[in-house]
T-cell receptor, first 116, second 117 residues
Framework: DAGVIQSPRHEVTEMGQEVTLRCKPISGHDYLFWYRQTMMRGLELLIYFNNNVPIDDSGMPEDRFSAKMPNASFSTLKIQPSEPRDSAVYFC??????????????FGEGSRLTVL | AQTVTQSQPEMSVQEAETVTLSCTYDTSENNYYLFWYKQPPSRQMILVIRQEAYKQQNATENRFSVNFQKAAKSFSLKISDSQLGDTAMYFCAFMKSPMNRDDKIIFGKGTRLHILP
């Protein structure tokens, strides 16, 4: 299996620009998570989906952030407009249904975002 | 609400030594999973070891083992014969079992471990 695939791995952009991060979960996994990692705040859960439906977006910092999962094999996290404080590593992770799987999360390699 | 606390932000040990990373958690649940994840400098997080709360036996994976103390709500990770490749950030995590659709996996802040040659 190819694992969770994220793109881009690195993104440098200027304040005010739109940023789109992409994620392809492991085939067959029905949960998808978006995390943000910073030195100050550690690993924060932004939003997660079950069967392409957003379940909990309470971690999304503000309206500038939005996430979609149009189908079982693709999700996007969009920031518009971006700000310097959005600079972080953004991780996507997927897992099997909790009733079947053991809850293990499979992470992508992350997208490092730098907003100048 | 559940919380996970890792009290050691950073640790360093010599290669081949044994090191123990601490984790405590708070929950009123009786059944749950606990995890240790490793994040090496390459960034990708991988699962190191998993413990089911209803199992009294401590989980072991090669050089990695846990000391699970349910009453004390403690879940430490022991790395034996540490290797340079063990250098990473280690995260302790909690998941309720069974987990409802809107329950979350809770992560600690992490412990940065340096293995020195």
């Amino acid at each position: 299996d190819a694992g969770v695939i994220q793109s881009p791995r690195h993104e440098v952009t200027e304040m005010g620009q739109e940023v789109t991060l992409r994620c392809k979960p492991i085939s067959g996994h029905d949960y998808l998570f978006w995390y943000r990692q910073t030195m100050m705040r550690g690993l924060e859960l932004l939003i997660y989906f079950n069967n392409n439906v957003p379940i909990d977006d309470s971690g999304m910092p503000e309206d500038r952030f939005s996430a979609k999962m149009p189908n079982a094999s693709f999700s996007t996290l969009k920031i518009q407009p971006s700000e310097p404080r959005d600079s972080a590593v953004y991780f996507c992770a997927s897992s099997l249904s909790r009733g079947i799987g053991t809850g293990e999360l499979f992470f992508g390699e992350g997208s490092r975002l730098t907003v100048l | 609400a559940q919380t996970v606390t890792q009290s050691q932000p950073e640790m360093s040990v010599q290669e081949a030594e044994t090191v123990t990373l601490s984790c405590t958690y708070d929950t009123s649940e009786n059944n749950y999973y606990l995890f240790w994840y490793k994040q090496p400098p390459s960034r990708q997080m991988i699962l190191v070891i998993r413990q089911e709360a209803y199992k009294q036996q401590n989980a072991t994976e090669n050089r990695f083992s846990v000391n699970f103390q349910k009453a004390a709500k403690s879940f430490s990770l022991k790395i034996s014969d540490s290797q340079l490749g063990d250098t990473a950030m280690y995260f302790c995590a909690f998941m309720k079992s069974p987990m409802n659709r809107d329950d979350k996996i809770i992560f600690g802040k992490g412990t940065r471990l340096h293995i020195l040659p």
